[in-house]
């Protein structure tokens, strides 16, 4: 177990909604890393947070955004869903300086 | 722009024996970091193996083994003594190092492993 939590496990919307993806990492986790995992591939880096501040972004369109909160949870909002969104979500979170654990994931699935 | 390739979609091994998976990177970068990830079909993403560039004695930890040649931007992972639980789909990984911050990780497209008893 890496301690990293994500919920919910499975989601299914509808192509133009909105969707709020949620992470919890351990204490003293600071820096937390969402990807993208379309079906048969590698995780795409979306966005990274450190002491809740971006900290670098992938090639993923604004209506993508994140938030990090103090009590080391975090969040992925998609705006105006598209059937290409249809990915599990893998959050990861780290110390700082040290390497990341993933999350379980959440599967998004965009009709 | 880093780039991950690992070439062998899926790969077969029968249980206790060895198995090497493939992989290899393109940076301009010297200091960086590259992985092994393991994803089962639980599909939480678990550390295998990690790798520092500027090391030159190839890591290992346990059953698991990599060829790390620099010059070739060649990163392979070794699987000795295989077992049913090792069943997974396997992605190599790159970071570069920026020292205290995290930066990303960039994926391979992975490799499904099978492991016959």
């Known amino acids: 177990e890496t301690g990293v939590t994500q919920s919910p496990t499975h989601l299914i919307k509808t192509r133009g909604q909105q969707v709020t993806l949620r992470c919890s990492s351990q204490s003293g986790h600071n820096t937390v890393s969402w990807y993208q995992q379309a079906l048969g591939q590698g995780p795409q880096f979306i966005f990274q947070y450190y002491r809740e501040e971006e900290n670098g972004r992938g090639n993923f369109p604004p209506r993508f955004s994140g938030l990090q909160f103090p009590n080391y949870s975090s969040e992925l909002n998609v705006n105006a869903l598209e059937l290409d969104d249809s990915a599990l979500y893998l959050c990861?979170?780290?110390?700082?300086?040290?390497?990341?654990?993933f999350g379980p994931g959440t599967r998004l699935t965009v009709t | 722009a880093q780039t991950v390739t690992q070439s062998q979609p899926e790969m077969s091994v029968q249980e206790a024996e060895t198995v090497t998976l493939s992989c290899t990177y393109d940076?301009?970068?010297?200091?960086?970091?590259l992985f092994w990830y393991k994803q089962p079909p639980s599909r939480q993403m678990i550390l295998v193996i990690r790798?520092?560039?500027?090391?030159?004695q190839n890591a290992t930890e346990n059953r698991f083994s990599v060829n790390f040649q620099k010059a070739a931007k060649s990163f392979s992972l070794k699987i000795s003594d295989s077992q049913l639980g090792d069943a997974a789909m396997y992605f190599c990984?790159?970071?570069?190092?920026?020292?205290?911050?995290?930066?990303?990780?960039?994926f391979g497209k992975g490799t499904k492993l099978s492991v016959k008893p």
């Open positions: 790798q520092e560039a500027y090391k030159q």
């Open positions: 990984a790159y970071r570069i190092n920026y020292g205290g911050s995290q930066g990303n990780l960039i």
């Open positions: 990861a979170s780290s110390p700082a300086g040290e390497e990341q654990y």
């Open positions: 940076t301009s970068e010297s200091d960086y970091y």
